[in-house]
């Protein structure tokens, strides 16, 4: 009987500490959303970093056209985060806005300029995990997994990119779901300097135009290289990894064709974002 006693009280003195022991989540959402806030390599993205100091030349038949974004502003982003133990899934967007502005010249007209308003909606996940301790400043919560970024026209939205597919004589690899498809932030896909890589894109766009925008250290800072279309959707570039060893990022952007060679034609995109290291092999 004393030994069943010493038991029931043992029982409940355990249970007691555990009951105490209720996880802050509100707490714990605010220190993954401050780390999140604080983090402007990861959780930024616009399609400002698209060649806005050199542009680019593109004959159609007669007509030459000469576009660029312009500087973007933001809205202040939404971040929820589910939080669920020691793990939370952060889910973070926000809008971007701007123009997209284009000299054309068209034949039998002066030269012109065409200015389109641009309102786009970029998107990435996060996995965040509690790997110190709740008493530390960030509740011991780090950065673990990061998705790529989606972007698209808020206007007219009718062109998508289904899928996309990075080869060289290195590597393969493939991406059909950009915001279920998570790289670590110490480990991403990373190339080789110099690296000749092929980017196949495959589209809903028939009637569209597709370009991957990259950095680089000296000018124009943003180097930007048209596909080549091959029907049914498909477009494909071929395109060399920077030379200098860094965190890297390249946008595929997709347009319908109207947005750039049709004067009251609206903004009309679909871009992924796609972080990568350049990197000596091991």
Wanted: charged share 15%; glycine share 6%; aromatic share 14%.
């Amino acid at each position: 009987m004393k030994q069943t006693l010493l038991a029931a009280l043992a029982l409940a003195f355990v249970l007691a500490v555990v009951g105490c022991h209720k996880q802050d989540v509100a707490a714990d959402r605010a220190a993954i959303m401050s780390l999140v806030e604080k983090d402007t390599v990861h959780f930024s993205a616009s399609t400002s970093h698209d060649s806005t100091t050199s542009g680019g030349y593109f004959a159609a038949g007669e007509t030459l056209i000469f576009w660029w974004r312009g500087p973007q502003t933001h809205d202040t982003a939404v971040i929820n985060v589910e939080i669920n133990g020691d793990s939370a899934v952060v889910s973070w967007s926000r809008h971007n806005f701007g123009y997209l502005h284009i000299l054309a010249q068209v034949p039998d007209t002066t030269l012109q300029l065409w200015n389109k308003n641009l309102v786009e909606t970029v998107r990435l996940n996060a996995i965040f995990r509690r790997e110190g301790k709740e008493s530390d400043t960030d509740r011991g919560w780090r950065l673990k997994m990061i998705s790529l970024a989606t972007g698209t026209s808020d206007s007219v939205n009718t062109v998508r990119i289904d899928s996309l597919r990075i080869q060289s004589s290195l590597r393969e690899l493939t991406i059909r779901s950009p915001l279920t498809t998570y790289f670590q932030p110490d480990s991403l896909f990373w190339f080789t300097p110099g690296e000749e890589v092929t980017v196949t894109l495959y589209t809903n766009a028939t009637g569209g135009v597709a370009f991957l925008h990259t950095f680089v250290l000296v000018w124009p800072f943003y180097v930007r290289v048209p596909f080549n279309y091959l029907g049914d959707g498909v477009f494909q570039g071929v395109w060399h990894a920077q030379i200098v060893p860094s965190f890297r990022f390249a946008i595929f952007d997709l347009m319908t064709r109207s947005t750039i060679y049709t004067p009251d034609s609206p903004y009309d995109f679909n871009g992924w974002l796609f972080p990568y290291r350049v990197k000596t092999a091991d």
